[in-house]
């Protein structure tokens, strides 16, 4: 009986969010308690416009039937999970998978033309995410890259990454693919990587990456052209990039940001700790790390737009806890009873609250 009250609480909360559009209630639990079973049922449900929430279940969704692959995901959705680190009861990772694996097309989860404009909030990426096409209007939020996202020789327009953590170890975290495509406000706001971005050497296309942290210990940033780098902190090693703007980053080391191929800039704090409230130096992304500024740290006021330098400046309310900003958190919910007869009533206690942020 829990999870079809929790849903409809979701529910009533995200129809007044949404209110032009369905909301289709999806979960892979096979206990139920949702509209639809499976990801792939509730996407060919959906109209443009409509929302999907997937309830977190730790337990991947795949966007296809059995072995057969779907085509990219081609509707522009809002698809709406739990986020990487709630802090509730129980919490459950909402994860999705692919939805393609061919003898031409790699496992991964892609995207189409079509999908220009979904929204993306709260989701795990279990697999490698593709551009299928290029892309307009696309938006990422509290979701964690178990792999990395590929724009994978295609333009993009309006794509924003913000709060995400990008979690692939010392490989690539995003990659720009050939030198073909061009890439206009693509951005990378207050994210979390802990490996590198491979430009490809596509000197065409820009992005900007502002209030990142960057903790692998590689270069971050490989072939990396003409992008506009600010507010950030490097922690394990010395970022390179080609013809780009550094503006407001702290480093943790002594290289100089803007010395290579013609880039600029000013502001930047080199050989500097920025003294996180609990991280060591050399270690990768945890949960358990708390990216906040001791008192004293020279981060403090210290970005171009006078917050702090790091994920916690700027204005997208960044938080360890990865919690969705757009809905409501059920921290805890207790059924008051042990049975209830058919069509009867049971009486719940539930504990709600705002997002951290």
Not at 215 to 237: E, G, Q, V, Y
Request: aromatic share 10%; with cysteine; net charge negative.
């Amino acid at each position: 009986m829990k999870k079809p009250i929790l849903l409809l609480i979701l529910l009533i909360c995200a129809t007044a969010q949404f209110s032009r559009a369905s909301v289709l209630t999806v979960t892979n639990d096979g206990s139920g308690g949702s509209q639809y079973s499976s990801l792939l049922a509730a996407y060919n449900a959906a109209t443009n416009g409509d929302t999907l929430l997937l309830e977190g279940t730790n337990v991947q969704y795949n966007n296809y039937a059995g072995s057969v692959p779907n085509s990219p995901w081609n509707k522009s959705l809002t698809v709406i999970g739990i986020g990487f680190n709630p802090q509730k009861d129980h919490p459950r990772k909402t994860r999705i998978g692919n939805n393609a694996h061919t003898s031409y097309l790699p496992a991964g989860f892609y995207i189409g033309a079509s999908g220009s404009g979904s929204r993306f909030y709260g989701i795990e990426f279990a697999v490698n995410v593709y551009s299928y096409g290029t892309l307009n209007n696309l938006l990422f939020e509290t979701c964690d890259f178990n792999g990395f996202y590929d724009f994978n020789g295609y333009s993009a327009s309006g794509v924003a990454f913000v709060n995400c953590i990008f979690d692939a170890d010392n490989t690539t975290n995003v990659s720009l693919g050939s030198n073909s495509n061009s890439l206009t406000n693509v951005q990378f706001l207050n994210c979390v990587f802990d490996g590198t971005v491979n430009g490809d050497n596509n000197t065409i296309g820009g992005m900007l990456f502002d209030h990142c942290l960057y903790l692998t210990s590689l270069n971050p940033f490989s072939a990396l052209h003409n992008a506009l780098i600010k507010n950030s902190i490097f922690m394990n090693a010395s970022p390179v990039a080609n013809n780009s703007s550094w503006i407001n980053n702290i480093s943790a080391f002594s290289t100089v940001f803007y010395t290579l191929n013609g880039s600029s800039g000013s502001g930047n704090l080199l050989n500097t700790n920025p003294n996180f409230v609990t991280y060591t130096l050399g270690s990768l992304y945890a949960n358990s790390h708390n990216y906040a500024l001791q008192a004293g740290s020279a981060a403090i006021g210290a970005a171009n737009d006078g917050t702090d330098i790091g994920v916690h400046g700027g204005y997208s309310k960044f938080h360890e806890s990865g919690e969705v900003l757009i809905t409501p958190i059920i921290r805890s919910m207790t059924i008051n009873q042990t049975n209830a007869a058919p069509g009867g009533t049971i009486n719940v206690n539930i504990h709600a609250s705002k997002p951290n942020e």
